[in-house]
């Protein structure tokens, strides 16, 4: 078992100074799937995430290049569920599935309402929550440049926790 366990930490090793140049553009990917919730569900971005945290606490790969992607991805993911959420509106919310759930939505418009932006940040360390929220919040708001701010704060702080 650590025979091979010490073959795959070889490998891994050879892999990531082999295509260094190759994970900050992966991490950025992996945060905009991760922002995006439909494929948020199919991919499982924050394990791989974690993953790369590891490389970068064991000295492996550098943490600005990752960290600075990370956020930019997540940003940018995050801005398009909530365009596709402004775009879109309630009728997101008119497919079989979701208008079975309709009340949740109500809730998650009453959590918005109560908390403003610190819901946007909370939720975001909240697993599946923190892909669903833009989507919800973006034909609610009524003040998109706050979400917008609290939005990068909370993917800067994220990529950080995963990466660290």
Same mark, same amino acid.
């Given at each position: 078992?650590?025979?091979?366990?010490?073959?795959?930490?070889?490998?891994?090793?050879?892999?990531?100074?082999?295509?260094?140049?190759?994970?900050?553009?992966?991490?950025?990917?992996?945060?905009?799937?991760?922002?995006?919730?439909?494929?948020?569900?199919?991919?499982? #971005?924050? @394990?791989?995430?974690?993953?790369? !945290?590891?490389?970068?606490?064991?000295?492996?790969?550098? $943490?600005? &290049?990752?960290? /600075?992607?990370?956020?930019?991805?997540?940003?940018?993911?995050?801005?398009?569920?909530?365009?596709?959420?402004?775009?879109?509106?309630?009728?997101?919310?008119?497919?079989?599935?979701?208008?079975?759930?309709?009340?949740?939505?109500?809730? #998650?418009? @009453?959590?918005?309402?109560?908390? !403003?932006?610190?819901?946007?940040?909370?939720?975001?360390? $909240?697993? &599946?929550?923190? /892909?669903?929220?833009?989507?919800?919040?973006?034909?609610?708001?009524?003040?998109?440049?706050?979400?917008?701010?609290?939005?990068?704060?909370?993917?800067?702080?994220?990529?950080?926790?995963?990466?660290?």
């Amino acid at each position: 078992m650590l025979s091979s366990l010490s073959t795959f930490e070889e490998q891994a090793t050879a892999l990531t100074s082999a295509h260094q140049h190759r994970i900050a553009p992966a991490v950025f990917a992996l945060r905009l799937v991760d922002s995006l919730r439909f494929l948020a569900l199919v991919i499982p #971005a924050p @394990a791989v995430l974690l993953c790369v !945290g590891a490389l970068v606490g064991a000295g492996r790969v550098d $943490l600005l &290049p990752c960290w /600075s992607s990370g956020t930019l991805g997540a940003g940018i993911g995050n801005a398009i569920s909530f365009f596709l959420g402004q775009r879109y509106g309630g009728n997101l919310f008119h497919v079989g599935w979701a208008r079975k759930r309709f009340h949740l939505y109500a809730k #998650a418009q @009453a959590f918005f309402a109560r908390w !403003g932006w610190f819901s946007i940040v909370s939720c975001r360390f $909240l697993g &599946p929550f923190g /892909s669903t929220v833009p989507l919800i919040y973006g034909p609610w708001a009524t003040c998109p440049p706050s979400f917008h701010i609290s939005s990068w704060a909370s993917d800067a702080l994220w990529a950080g926790v995963l990466l660290l």
